[in-house]
């Protein structure tokens, strides 16, 4: 039905002398199971369906959205977009490409709605017993998420994609509290799978051991402060590369100025050992073979041995600034316009193990990203200030002690300038838990890396 209503709108506004239209059909449900202490807090489950519809017409874009599926309401829902486009002030222009055509759906053997709520609330409750179970840990939290996606698109100018998948991933917060200090330690693992995924790991072991961890974490000191070099673990990798560098990728930010690499395609914006990735379909990754534009999301090399290659860009984005279409523009779900965003934001792996970046540095900080908090990012001016979770000193070229409490700062294109030394192993994660927000949309988004290690970065500390 939901197929029928799309291709009844399209009709509709091509009837209606419409220069160009899409329409995204989507019927998205989300299901969280939150045990807190013992206790089952949550066990929800949500369901949306709905159409949205972009058009251009008088040399303007229009956006209209419905949740009530009927030819009436989808009749109504493409006349409000054109009236949209007649009072708006913006001049619309898309990006040549080729559009995409076919079906896609992620892989999977079991899926979750199979899956009894009783087999569902017993993992998540063993999950949070044995996190409890762990001397000095005065609170658990766990949680068990599964996202199921389906979306179609059509456009006027040919596009026909489908797409469906599955998100799923369990997730732990312990918190430990000793001699009037205390410590939040958390873990997620999420993977596009369906429940086949949750059966292969043992999740009171992975309870257990955020539990462990925060333990140790609330009697660990402070990290030194100033400048040092640092390992970063791929997790935290990919939080900087998301948020610091990968934003200012984004074709919206570049060709509104926002963006310090405005203007700066073909320099040298970090070391030759680094080539950086946006990806739709990668290992560990989110799954997004097609944006919600109907264009292909290809394979798009931003820096390639340390020289910038390329942005990211929807159709508007790329006209704007004059290069192809990359197939990065997506919307959080049928009621929101495409905007251009990351799918799979990665650097791509080197030739140094983890035990040659820890002799290598001799005197330093491993800075881990598992239990991070986020930060603070500024594009413009290329800075950012990220919260590692507990970490690791490095003494005389071996991992020492535990620290927590890292805060680390510092201009991310002198950061990618800095990196000495690029791991083998490359790791690729995303969430059902969260995701990246811009301009009030949240999608779904993977990042990671290999290991790297930094000339120099700044950590705050005691």
Known sequence: MLRDLALEALRIAEILGVSYAEVRTQLVSYELVTVDNGVLREF?????????????????????????????????????????????????????????????TSSWK???????????????????????????????VSRLGIQHDWRYVVSTDGAELEYESYLIGVAHLSIA???????????????????????????????????????????APLPPAG??????????????????????????????????????LGEEVASSLVTIVDD?????????????EGSFKTR????????????????????RLNLPVSGNGRAQDFSHMPIVRQTNFFMMPGDWSLEEMIKEVKEGLYLV????????????????????????????????GLVRGVVVSGSILDTLRGVEA?????????????GCGKDSQMVRVGDGGPHILIKELIVGGD
């Open 44 to 104: 929800s489950k949500a369901y949306r369906a709905g159409l949205g519809v972009r058009v251009l017409y008088n040399g303007s874009f229009g956006f209209s959205s419905t949740n009530e599926l009927g030819k009436d309401s989808i009749r109504e829902t493409v006349s409000r977009a054109i009236a949209a486009a007649r009072v708006s002030k913006k001049v619309g222009t898309l990006g040549e490409r080729k559009p995409g055509k076919g079906r896609y």
């Open 110 to 140: 079991i899926r979750p709605e199979e899956v009894s709520d009783e087999i569902k609330r017993e993992l998540v409750s063993r999950a949070n017993k044995a996190g409890l179970s762990i001397e000095g840990i005065k609170s658990s």
């Open 177 to 219: 509290v000793e001699s009037g200090s205390m410590e939040r330690v958390s873990n997620q693992e999420s993977l596009v799978s369906g429940w086949e995924f949750v059966e292969k790991k043992d999740w009171e072991e992975f309870a257990r051991e955020v539990s462990k961890l925060a333990k140790e974490a609330v009697k």
């Open 227 to 264: 400048k040092m070099k640092v390992i970063a673990d791929p997790e935290m990798v990919g939080l900087i590369l998301h948020e610091a560098f990968g934003h200012a990728t984004e074709g919206d930010l570049v060709a509104s100025g926002t963006s310090i690499l405005k203007n700066r």
């Open 280 to 292: 739709g379909v990668v290992e560990g990754g989110y799954y997004v073979p097609f944006d919600d």
């Open 300 to 319: 798009t090399v931003v820096v390639e041995n340390g020289l910038l290659k390329s942005f990211l860009t929807n159709r508007e984005s790329a006209a």
């Open 369 to 400: 990203g598992r239990g991070s908090s986020g930060g603070q990012v500024d594009t413009g001016a290329g800075t950012f200030t990220f919260s590692a979770g507990p970490s690791r000193i490095i003494r005389g070229g071996e991992l020492g």
């Open 422 to 434: 690029v791991g083998k192993a490359l790791r690729i994660t995303t969430s059902v838990f969260g």
